[in-house]
């Protein structure tokens, strides 16, 4: 049966959660049944007519599972678990792991060779608390840093950091990737992440003649709620299509990420931007446009809502982004202003590759510090490039990546 999809709406991901145990023996029928509850709630999202990008599984904390008294055993036991993977994606579908959170200095440096070996089935994070006085826990902070140095050195072109993260203040249950984890308490559940920058661009497309007829004030009322009601009315029926599922005992429907998670095969978040009336994403009214679509994402009453459910502004995987990067129209100083109405913190951001450590740990702690005193999930996602200094342009190879200007640490 041909299916036409809806061109607007695309569903990132069907994202699972599951416990891996010690022992490998278990390790095929855990990942087999999770991805069969992904393909379940997939094949009934695709049926009513909205495109499914990819399924996702994220495990518990990798030291858990893994051998990782050295790197040779837990290459090993990732090995194992890729060679599952290959072996129960029969389908069509793009599959994607997450070993989830590497918890201490040891579990860090060894990301950098697994994801080297890995890549895109081994997407890992790191997630930085508070301390008992009430400041960021610098040790963890200090090896993640040394890690996303060790990557891009290791890596071709310091790609291999799209597959690593440093959380702040991010819960578990994010559907997206690399932020993704769970420390158990969600075994069995499945979460839905949205791609919709295309439907916000359609909708804008339809008020503009509407906008040259009001004040700034009510054209963003009506903005908001055009973006809100057409967002819930998607969201909704894809929500509805997954818990009409007869799912596997012990899984269940968690929720959905309402962000908007542009990507190359999309429209850009600077489109939305210059829809609403900002000249370009950079200049003077970039804050309130960023608070106003954040209000957008946070508004869907129709689902429930889990992970980001905010603003993604990331900067290789949105070409209108990467061009106006290009066009010195932002910097990192401007991304963490906008971080403090939205999220996602620094996201896919290219920095010098002779950057730092301390450069490096400095802009985490901003970060970081935002993250918790806003009391919002921010993350630092950086790829030191190695050979280019700010200003130069990428080279990136990644089906996932924009090329665009290397960005200064200030």
Not at 280 to 308: D, H
């Amino acid at each position: 049966m041909n299916i036409s999809f809806n061109p607007l709406v695309r569903v990132r991901t069907v994202t699972a959660f599951v416990n891996l145990s010690a022992d490998e023996a278990q390790w095929q029928a855990g990942l087999t049944q999770a991805k069969q509850q992904c393909d379940a709630v997939a094949d009934a999202i695709e049926a009513r007519g909205y495109q499914v990008q990819s399924i996702r599984i994220v495990s518990n904390p990798f030291g858990e599972y893994l051998d990782v008294s050295s790197a040779d055993s837990a290459l090993a036991g990732l090995k194992r678990i890729a060679e599952t993977l290959k072996a129960i994606n029969t389908g069509k579908r793009r599959i994607r792991f997450a070993v989830g959170e590497a918890r201490n200095a040891q579990e860090v440096a060894l990301l950098p060779q697994l994801i080297a070996a890995y890549g895109d089935l081994c997407n890992a994070c790191v997630n930085i608390d508070l301390d008992e006085h009430g400041f960021l826990q610098t040790g963890l902070l200090a090896h993640s840093v040394q890690a996303i140095q060790q990557i891009a050195r290791t890596t071709p072109r310091g790609e291999g950091n799209f597959n690593f993260t440093v959380n702040f203040n991010c819960a578990p249950g994010i559907p997206y990737f690399p932020a993704s984890y769970h420390r158990g308490q969600h075994h069995g559940a499945l979460v839905l992440g949205l791609e919709t920058p295309d439907l916000m661009v359609a909708e804008l497309q339809e008020l503009q003649q509407q906008r040259l007829q009001l004040d700034h004030a009510a054209w963003f009322r009506l903005a908001f709620e055009r973006l809100s009601q057409t967002l819930n009315e998607h969201a909704t029926a894809i929500q509805r299509c997954a818990d009409g599922v007869k799912l596997a005992e012990g899984w269940h429907i968690a929720g959905m990420d309402t962000s908007a998670a542009p990507s190359k095969s999309c429209a850009s978040m600077v489109d939305v931007y210059q829809l609403l009336g900002v000249p370009c994403f950079g200049a003077s009214g970039t804050v309130e446009a960023s608070a106003l679509l954040t209000r957008v994402f946070k508004s869907v009453n129709g689902v429930t809502q889990i992970g980001f459910s905010g603003l993604m502004l990331a900067v290789t995987e949105d070409q209108g982004l990467a061009q106006a990067s290009l066009n010195d129209e932002f910097d990192i100083r401007a991304l963490l202003t906008y971080s403090s109405v939205c999220g996602i913190g620094l996201d896919t951001v290219p920095v010098p590759g002779d950057s730092s450590a301390e450069q490096i740990a400095a802009v985490m702690r901003d970060t970081g510090t935002m993250a918790f005193r806003l009391n919002k999930p921010l993350t630092v996602r950086l790829f030191p490039v190695p050979g280019l200094k700010a200003g130069d342009t990428t080279a990136f190879e990644s089906a996932d990546l924009c090329n665009c200007a290397v960005l200064a640490l200030p």
